[in-house]
């Protein structure tokens, strides 16, 4: 099994910035793809962003160029740098792992890190 944990939601201000964490652990062979998602009340669960093995980065074209995805592969580790903080980010946000495991392949979510701008 994989498991991951979050850490970096919290209330901050319009214009402000956050960064959200997320640690891979457990039985690990490879991580390919990582990426976050959010989900606003009554809305559906939505990509941010997302980053392959080799470093390629998609993001949804409301977060370009405010928000960046980064990750440490010795650490498992994947990062979401968001900085100018709109009132619409606003959302609990999910990190996504995909790999390969000792056993068989793994898709694995995070148990979710609140995000509150105010404006």
């Known amino acids: 099994q994989v498991q991951l944990v979050e850490s970096g939601g919290g209330l901050v201000q319009a214009g402000g910035s956050l960064r959200l964490s997320c640690a891979a652990s457990g039985s690990i062979i490879v991580i390919t793809a990582m990426g976050w998602y959010r989900q606003a009340p009554g809305k559906q669960r939505d990509l941010v962003a997302a980053?392959?093995?080799?470093?390629?980065?998609n993001y949804a074209d409301s977060v370009k160029g405010r928000f960046t995805i980064s990750r440490d592969n010795a650490k498992n580790t994947v990062y979401l740098q968001m900085n100018s903080l709109k009132p619409e980010d606003t959302a609990v946000y999910y990190c996504?792992?995909?790999?390969?495991?000792?056993?068989?392949?793994?898709?694995?979510w995070g148990q979710g890190t609140r995000v509150t701008v105010s404006s």
């Open positions: 996504n792992v995909g790999g390969i495991g000792r056993s068989r392949t793994f898709d694995s």
């Open positions: 980053i392959t093995s080799g470093g390629i980065t």
